[in-house]
Every structure is written in structure tokens, then in C-alpha cells.
């Protein structure tokens, strides 16, 4: 059994967004001082009442900097709001920045508004997730790779850095439903 923490980066009454960024990150370090196996951040976009944490690739950078020990996961990485190339390139960094640490939470998250701040349409979420994933594996496991997809394009693109965890970060799907699962 492994014991970690869901960090959300909470929004409270009265407090500011630069002392919740404060108050979670020292409670990542105590998670890393006390021997906790993992911290997990969350990934939340257009509700700051709720928390302020929609950056948790930059975040999940910063924890890789100040800790040695605990395992770093994304809980999870809304896949069809990004590029998936892109989405690849960060992930194998960020496992180098954590010599390897790092476990990737993915999903498509369960709130149309999400889609609608960013433009996107809540109806495609699962085939845009469904490919994005496709393209990461392909970029993490092949020297080089193309696609052709609904969605996306790429001819001959070649993945810097690797990442250090072979073939690549230990990937959680996060899922709501039968569908989905």
C-alpha cells in the first residue's frame, strides 16, 4: 500500500492565490519530509472558487526541483484541450526534471465548461482523447513517427527528450464511466 496526497490547490475565503500556491507547496514539502510515496496534482481551469491550479505540468516542474523522493503524478492531464505533441515533449521532460518520478494521470475531464473556455466541443472530448493518447504513445515508444487523424496531423516528428522511465511514465487513465472504462 502506497500513501500520498491529492494536492488541489484549494481556494478558501479570505486567502490569496499567491498564499494557496504558498500553503500547497509547503504541504508537498512535508509530504516529501514525512516519506509520503506520491503527491498528485489536480487540474482545475475556470473556477477559482474552487481552486487555482490549471497549470499542474508547471507546477509538477517545481515539485520535481524541490523534492528527491516522492513519486509525482498528474491527476489528470485534461488530454484533448492540448496539442498532444506538445502534451508528449512536457511529460518526457518533466521525467527527466524528476529523475523519473513522475506518474501520468490522464483524462477528459467531466465538465463541458471546460471545453467551452477553451473553445472545444464537449461531444468530441472522447474521440480527442482517444487520439491524443494514441499520438503520445507513438511518440514515446518510435525514434520517429506520422499520423493521420481526425484531429491531428504530423509527418516525421521525432520526440526530445525520451523519457528516462521505459517505454514511458506509468500512465493512469482516469474514467466516470462504463463507456469510458
Not at 500500500?1 to 500547497?24: H, W
Not at 503527491?39 to 475556470?46: D, G, I, N, R, S
Not at 491527476?75 to 484541450?81: K, M, Q, Y
Not at 463541458?112 to 472522447?126: L, V
Request: no cysteine; net charge negative.
Amino acid at each position: 500500500m502506497e500513501f500520498g496526497l491529492f494536492v488541489e490547490f484549494p481556494s478558501r475565503d479570505g486567502t490569496t492565490q499567491a498564499q494557496i500556491f504558498k500553503d500547497s507547496m509547503e504541504l508537498i514539502d512535508a509530504a516529501e519530509e514525512s516519506g509520503s510515496e506520491g503527491v498528485w496534482l489536480a487540474e482545475y481551469h475556470f473556477d477559482p472558487g474552487r481552486s487555482v491550479l490549471s497549470a499542474p505540468v508547471t507546477v509538477a516542474g517545481a515539485v520535481a526541483a524541490r523534492t528527491k523522493k516522492v513519486k509525482i503524478g498528474l491527476a489528470v492531464h485534461v488530454l484533448p484541450l492540448r496539442n498532444p505533441v506538445q502534451i508528449a515533449e512536457e511529460i518526457a521532460t518533466l521525467d527527466h526534471l524528476s529523475d523519473g518520478r513522475l506518474d501520468f494521470g490522464i483524462g477528459r475531464a467531466a465538465f463541458p465548461r471546460i471545453y467551452q473556455g477553451y473553445g472545444f466541443n464537449y461531444a468530441e472530448s472522447r474521440d480527442r482523447f482517444n487520439e491524443s493518447l494514441e499520438i503520445i504513445l507513438e511518440a514515446f515508444t518510435n525514434d520517429s513517427f506520422s499520423y493521420e487523424g481526425q484531429f491531428h496531423s504530423f509527418h516525421d516528428v521525432t520526440l526530445a527528450p525520451e523519457p528516462i522511465q521505459r517505454p514511458h511514465p506509468p500512465v493512469w487513465v482516469a474514467t466516470s464511466n462504463p463507456e469510458s472504462f
